[in-house]
């Protein structure tokens, strides 16, 4: 079972500019996650989905963070303009039933400089 | 707020002794509990978890305690491994919230 895909694994823009991280959770998984990860700190949830229909955005800086899932399955994360405080590890989760088994990618390093 | 704490940032072990992780929190809501582990450029994978009706559950080498009066839990392996050298986060799930909350994370390294 292949597990969950994120691209890229490292990005390095510079601040003002766009950006976006695209994830392919497991075949079957309806819940996708899209968490931020600080140096020295642990996953922050940003958003979750169920299927296509965001059910916990309360912690995704409006502003400047967009997310979709188009279809239900694939996801992108977008960033415009990114900040220099948005440098962090942004990692893709998916779920089968509930929250209780969360697989993770690899992660997307973004530099921001 | 930092709601789920792990308070030793490194652990160093020498293999085949035990390694105890500890993590504390604070939201008495909390009711169901996972340890991940992280190895570098890789996202974070299940270990182990336990509810809070419970006080001890193991898995293999793993075992994880919840001392719920406490407010603490503990993950213990036994015997350790070179291999078990990651990252470890302690999490937590509230009532039917979906919503996993980390600690920061207790690095170990287990020497030969």
């Known amino acids: 079972e292949a597990g969950v895909v994120q691209s890229p694994r490292y990005k390095i823009i510079e601040k003002k500019q766009p950006v976006a991280f695209w994830c392919n959770p497991i075949?079957?998984?309806?819940?996708l996650y899209w968490y931020r990860q600080n140096l020295g700190q642990g996953p922050e949830l940003l958003i979750r989905y169920e299927n296509e229909e965001a059910v916990d955005d309360s912690q995704l800086p409006k502003d400047r963070f967009s997310a979709e899932r188009l279809k239900g399955v694939d996801s992108t994360l977008k960033i415009q303009p990114a900040e220099l405080g948005d440098s962090a590890v942004y990692l893709c989760?998916?779920?089968?039933?509930?929250?209780?088994?969360?697989?993770f990618g690899p992660g997307t390093r973004l530099t921001v400089t | 707020d930092q709601q789920v704490k792990q308070n030793s940032p490194s652990l160093s072990v020498q293999e085949g002794r035990i390694s105890i992780l500890n993590c504390d929190y604070t939201n008495s809501m909390f009711d169901y509990f996972l340890w991940y582990k992280k190895y570098p450029a890789e996202g974070p994978t299940f270990l182990i978890s336990i509810s809070s009706i419970k006080d001890k559950n193991e898995d293999g080498r793993f075992t994880v305690f919840l001392n719920k009066s406490a407010k603490h839990l503990s993950l213990h392996i036994v015997p350790s491994q070179p291999g078990d050298s990651a990252v470890y986060f302690c999490?937590?799930?509230?009532?039917?919230?979906?919503?996993?909350?980390f600690g920061t994370g207790t690095r170990l390294q287990v020497t030969l």
């Open positions: 999490a937590a799930l509230e009532g039917t919230a979906s919503k996993l909350t």
């Open positions: 075949s079957g998984h309806n819940t």
């Open positions: 989760a998916s779920s089968l039933v509930g929250p209780y088994e969360q697989y």
